[in-house]
């Protein structure tokens, strides 16, 4: 069965994204059947992996050393191409000293067959240790439907639940009506005292979150950057591609945007930024959602790349002069906390964002625009930034102090709470 699943999951990762994107429900509950295999009673090494009870002996029995045992429940992939907040948070955690395990569907990349350390204090599984460790702190996110009705109905709850709220629940984010009614009752489960403590990716969240259990239930840690894998230059030795090299050195100004091409991108606005503007370059670097790629007119002043993997992202991004985020005015706009905002900064980079989104638009070194004429006026504006060295360093200092270690630490006040 595995073998089937393995080769299913070749055959969907090399179709077209627009097929990808029809295919994808389906595809989720096909996967779903092929994994029925459980390893609970996996007592062999396979792959080079470890098994249940020689995790348990290894590592497990030596878990006093850490400052405490967190695990990550499946949400997303570990080796995707673009990491999120979910790799981003293991890895800060575990530079503080915890034992992070990190739960996978194996969905995409990942193809673990019990534990594998894939970095120092981190184990990658795709074994159910919810409930198996006890006084662990255990992440739920509000997005993630695959394990929501385990979390709901487990009977020995012998750990604290973090519920991580970085999204309201909308079908632009959270799917079909199936999934969309596990999280709600995922969400509910949480706020009625499910979760010991809820963590909000945004002010916004945070203060619904905070008006329902209290604000002392509530930790706010905002999404954050890897300040050194942005300012590492020794990603120089990736060679990029010919046609991206071309398409650079036709513009004098290049306005880049990185990130999943998405529902939430304002792309009639977007297409009228990118007509009005026909002597500078445009740039989108991420993966195709639901044909998020082909709501974008195809114009000689637009490239389209797809997915680049994280590793390699910092050298293609700092051919950006300035950087773009133009989630579509609403909800979401309203209350992500976005990634990128952080990643920009340490690449000092001029940031443009749609002003609905309340989250950048606290900065006063972020441009925002209502429409694309305003959004066109301020991407000029930010073009003349573009290498003063005052406001770079500005942006350089912003991204310091939202750096994924001080996002930890914030996020630390639940395993402190949990030891009283």
Known sequence: ??????????????????????????????????????????????????????????????SNKYKGVFIQSPVIDWDVDLYQRPQHLANAFAKLGYLVIYCTLNWTKDNVSGFRQVSPNIWLTNYNVTGKIPDAIVSIYSTSYANADNIINA???????????????????????????????????????????????????????????????????????DTAHYRNLTANDVILPNDYKEFRKKYKNIVGYFGALAPWIWYDTVNEITQNNPDIGFIFIGPDYYGGSESLTKRANVLCTG????????????????????????????????????????????????????????????????????????????????????????????????????????????????KQ
């Open 307 to 418: 997915a680049i993997d994280y590793k390699e992202l910092p050298i293609y991004a700092r051919e950006f002069d300035i950087c773009l985020i133009p989630f579509e005015p609403g909800e979401i706009a309203k209350t992500t906390s976005p990634l990128k905002l952080f990643e920009y900064f340490a690449l000092e980079k001029p940031v443009v964002v749609t002003s609905a989104m309340r989250e950048c638009i606290v900065y006063d070194e972020v441009f925002r625009g209502k429409d694309s004429e305003e959004l066109s006026k301020e991407i000029h504006k930010a073009l003349k930034l573009k290498n003063d060295q005052c406001f770079k360093a500005k942006l350089a200092l912003l991204a310091d102090q939202n750096n994924w270690t001080n996002r930890a630490i914030a996020f630390e006040v639940a395993f402190k709470d949990a």
């Open 1 to 62: 069965m595995n073998n089937i699943y393995n080769a299913a999951k070749k055959i969907y990762w090399k179709m077209p994204q627009s097929v990808q994107s029809k295919l994808r429900m389906p595809a989720r509950k096909l996967a779903k059947y092929l994994r029925k295999t459980e390893i609970d009673d996996y007592n062999h090494s396979k792959n080079g992996d470890l098994s249940w009870s020689q995790f348990e002996k290894n590592i497990l029995l030596h």
């Open 155 to 225: 009977k020995n709850k012998n750990y604290q639940l973090i519920y991580e709220y970085i999204d309201h629940i909308d079908p632009q984010i959270s799917g079909d009506p199936e999934n969309i009614a596990r999280l709600l009752r995922l969400k509910e489960y949480a706020f009625n005292g499910g979760a010991d403590k809820i963590v909000a990716s945004s002010i916004a969240l945070y203060d619904e979150a905070s008006a329902v259990v209290g604000a002392d239930n509530v930790i706010l840690s905002q999404n954050g950057v």
